[in-house]
């Protein structure tokens, strides 16, 4: 079985700065694409960020020139660095990735507990 664990998740105040990090563990061949999506009270998921395991990157436009993906392939971990944070920023963060499981014909979606991020003076 392949599991997502993501830490880093807490309290901050407008502006300042964490750092989530998720790493993918289990019996897997490969991981592709790995990423963070997010949900706020009210609103749908929505994709935050997301690296291709070649490093191509994308980004949700309000988030663009605050927050930035990095990726170590080789401790399967992807991270979310999240700098001026807003408080429009609070929600749940899940960590997805696409990972072709052991002995498996095909890729699989899978996500992690998700990790509390609350904005809040």
């Known amino acids: 079985q392949v599991q997502l664990v993501e830490s880093g998740g807490g309290l901050v105040q407008p502006g300042g700065s964490l750092r989530l990090s998720c790493v993918a563990s289990g019996s897997f061949f490969r991981i592709n694409a790995m990423g963070w999506y997010r949900q706020a009270p009210g609103k749908q998921r929505e994709l935050v960020a997301s690296m291709a395991s070649g490093g191509s990157t994308n980004y949700a436009d309000s988030v663009k020139g605050r927050f930035t993906i990095s990726r170590d392939n080789g401790k399967n971990t992807v991270y979310l660095q999240m700098n001026s944070l807003k408080p429009e920023d609070t929600a749940v963060y899940y960590c997805?990735?696409?990972?072709?499981?052991?002995?498996?014909?095909?890729?699989?979606?899978?996500w992690g507990q998700g990790t509390q991020v609350t904005v809040s003076s």
């Open positions: 997805n990735a696409h990972i072709l499981p052991s002995g498996a014909a095909w890729e699989f979606n899978y």
